[in-house]
Every structure is written in structure tokens, then in C-alpha cells.
């Protein structure tokens, strides 16, 4: 065994350690791989919790998922990493996991491609939902490739996420960098909605991308239409034009209760309480109830 696959053994097993111990996955869920050289690929097996592999664990392939070594199989959604190699020549390694917050965005439907924080703009850029199908089916790797030209991250609908980077770690930071943007975006939407980014802003951040050194598959766009269908040109992040203001506040009330407002919300329209908030709106009009009889 060269000096390389040990090294890359090892680190697959680091890169499981930490998305076991972050809980990005759970049971047996989620796999890695990484090239180790233009014909060949070192992944995870499967029915092995990535918490608790060893180096000896790992499966050695050719780029058409035919085993060359190792004692056991490799994993069954090894077509979907093989779909990202096959449309990104440039993508060493791949991480497949179910981080809790990001995957709540996948099986809600809702992408991660809002304008709310400069460092996403610089690294992710956005992070579409590619459609749902059936695991380990060729479905998923043909739902893949619709988005993975164009973006090192995405979320799998009803299923998962997945990141695609120059080396192991780089695709694992990638996987952190998602979770941490989906669980910002959460709490931003609770508490009334993000500010975002202006579009002329986000111009100017995607020029400094160059100046950081940050790679990126394609480039940031603000125009759906200018995306397709396919989200293959493009990353398109969602931002509003402004004349003037770099950071734009949402134009009404967001997803969550209205700044300033009591609990419910707004001024009329829609309200939304909490349970907590709705608990104790039952409890005051059972008090009220008991009292008057």
C-alpha cells in the first residue's frame, strides 16, 4: 500500500469521526470517498456507522464502481459520488451526510439561497435542492448531475446533502459551512426574517473571490432566468436591487412574529404564535372560563 492510501485511509476515517461526532449522521447514514488517482477511488463501506471505521474498512474502486480491493463492499449510493467525478474533473472528494438543520431546509423544499452572509457568497455561494429520488437508484445520481456543474454544495429533497471539494477536508469544511448557514438562516427566519445582502453588494463580493483564492465551479448570479431550469450556469443567490443601502431589510413581515410586535406578529394579516405562546393563551381563557361560571 502506498504512503498516499494510508494517509487517505486515515483521513476518511477523521472526516467520519467528525460528522459522527457533530451529528451529520446517524446509525449507518451518510458516505465519503476521494480519488486516489485519475482511475481509482477510495470510499467508505457500506452498513458501517462512519463514527466507528478504521482504515482497513475502506473500499478501493475504478471509476465505474467495479471493486479492486477491500473486504468488504463498498456503499450502495456510490453512484451518486461517481456522477459528481464524472461532471467535476476537478472535485477530489465527496461527502455525503444528513445534518439535521440542512436536510429540515431539503424535506421543507426550501434551498439555501438567500444573501444574508458575505462568507456563504464567498465559499457556497447558494445551495439549490436537487429532486427527490429513491436512494441508491441511478435517480440520484442523475438528480445530481443537474446541479453539481455549477455548485460544491447541495441539499438531496427528503434525503440529505452533499458537498464536493479539492481534497477530504475541503469537501467535509464544506459540509460544516452548510449546516452552520442553514441553522443562521433558522433563527434569522424565527426572529422575522434575514436582511440581505443588496445585489450590487453581492457583485462586489464575488469579485473579491478571486483575490481570496477561493475556487468556485461557477459564478454567482442574481437573475433566476439567467440559472435555467437546471441551476447548471450559475449559482443564483437570491438578492434584492437597491439604490443605495448595502444590506436591504425584508419588506414586510417575515416568516416569524413582526420586529416590535407582541406575540402573533404584525398589524392584522396573518398571526403566528408559538406553542408556548398558544398554550398560554388556552390556559388564560380556561382561567376566564372557570371564573365567570
Known amino acids: 500500500m502506498l504512503p498516499r492510501e494510508e494517509e487517505l485511509r486515515a483521513l476518511i476515517c477523521e472526516v467520519g469521526r467528525r460528522v459522527y461526532a457533530r451529528g451529520y449522521v446517524a446509525s449507518n447514514d451518510g458516505n465519503i470517498s476521494v480519488r486516489l488517482d485519475d482511475h481509482h477511488l477510495l470510499a467508505t463501506p457500506k452498513s458501517v456507522s462512519k463514527g466507528f471505521m478504521t482504515p482497513d474498512m475502506m473500499v478501493v474502486t475504478d471509476m465505474q464502481g467495479r471493486k479492486v480491493s477491500g473486504h468488504r463492499d463498498a456503499s450502495t449510493e456510490l453512484k451518486m459520488h461517481l456522477a459528481v467525478y464524472e461532471m467535476r474533473p476537478d472535485v477530489r472528494a465527496v461527502v455525503h451526510a444528513h445534518p439535521p438543520l440542512s436536510t429540515g431546509f431539503a424535506v421543507a423544499g426550501v434551498p439555501l439561497n438567500k444573501s444574508s452572509l458575505a462568507e456563504i457568497i464567498f465559499s457556497l455561494g447558494s445551495v439549490p435542492i436537487a429532486e427527490y429520488a429513491t436512494p441508491s437508484t441511478q435517480e440520484l445520481p442523475d438528480a445530481v448531475k443537474k446541479y ?56 462586489r463580493l464575488q469579485g ?55 406575540p402573533g406578529g404584525g398589524d392584522g394579516g396573518e398571526i403566528r404564535l408559538t406553542y408556548r405562546e398558544l398554550a398560554a393563551l388556552i390556559a388564560d381563557a380556561v382561567r376566564q372560563v372557570t371564573r365567570d361560571v
Open 148 to 203: 453539481i456543474t455549477a455548485h460544491d454544495g447541495l441539499l438531496l429533497a427528503n434525503h440529505g446533502a452533499l458537498t464536493a471539494g479539492q481534497d477530504l477536508m475541503n469537501a467535509y469544511y464544506k459540509m460544516e459551512t452548510m449546516e452552520h448557514f442553514a441553522q443562521i438562516t433558522l433563527v434569522a427566519r424565527q426572529l422575522g426574517g434575514e436582511n440581505l445582502i443588496s445585489r450590487q453588494e453581492v457583485d
Open 208 to 262: 473579491l473571490r478571486d483575490f481570496y483564492g477561493i475556487k468556485s465551479p461557477a459564478p454567482i448570479c442574481t437573475d433566476p432566468a439567467l440559472a435555467g431550469s437546471d441551476g447548471a450556469t450559475c449559482q443564483f443567490v437570491d438578492a434584492p436591487s437597491s439604490d443605495g443601502p448595502r444590506i436591504v431589510p425584508p419588506a414586510g413581515p417575515g416568516p416569524g412574529p413582526a420586529r416590535g410586535a407582541g
